[in-house]
């Protein structure tokens, strides 16, 4: 069920700020990958995210009219590889309207055919998700697509991440907080 809330004043920001600000949301970057009907698809994606965890459900932001989503929904499956601090040019070539189409843009790029969706599993990403599409959603300027996770590895590593219009990488600190202060 979805429900919508009216906005009850209008907003007095300017929306450049805004979109600014939302910048500074840190994500981790994956390439998302698809094969339907002989056609090979991979594009960047630095919104993905846990939705539920039962059943298990990942949610995936795409701009609208995405050439992944249309393929996605046709084929029904779809790979999810989060990469690893060392595959930023991977993250931008996927993410480069004008690199080629189908099967070229996987060229030098090592990969094998994941067992479950058939897609290109990217050999160096730090997880895959297999997953089985749950359902697709307009949401304002964008599309949300829903994935069953069928299977997911994962390996250990640094994870690259998307911060403030960049790319970055390194290894995760656990955060102190005032709970761990007092204890020490």
């Known amino acids: 069920m979805s429900t919508l809330t009216p906005l009850r004043r209008p907003v007095r920001q300017d929306p450049a700020e805004r979109r600014r600000a939302l910048y500074h949301l840190a994500s981790p970057v994956s390439v998302l990958t698809v094969g339907h009907a002989g056609l090979l698809h991979g594009t960047t994606a630095s919104t ?36 690893d601090g060392g595959q930023g040019d991977l993250a931008r070539w996927f993410a480069d309207s004008s690199r080629p189409d189908g099967s070229a843009q996987f060229d030098g ?8 969706a058939g897609a290109p599993r990217l050999t160096e990403a730090l997880a895959h998700y297999s997953c ?15 994935g069953y ?34 204890a020490s």
Do not use: C, M, Q
């Not at 997911?152 to 202060?181: C, N, V």
């Open 109 to 116: 790029v090592p990969w094998t055919a994941d067992a479950y």
């Open 48 to 83: 993905v995210t846990l939705v539920s965890r039962e059943p298990l459900l990942i949610g995936v932001a795409l701009r609208p009219g995405s050439s992944f989503a249309r393929l996605a929904a046709a084929e029904g499956r779809f790979v999810v590889n989060v990469l």
């Open 132 to 146: 089985r599409l749950h359902s697709s959603h307009r949401a304002g300027d964008g599309e949300v697509l829903l």
């Open 149 to 182: 996770v069928v299977r997911a590895t994962a390996e250990s590593g640094p994870p690259l991440f998307s911060y403030a219009g960049g790319l970055f990488a390194g290894s995760l600190h656990p955060a102190r907080t005032t709970k761990e202060t007092s």
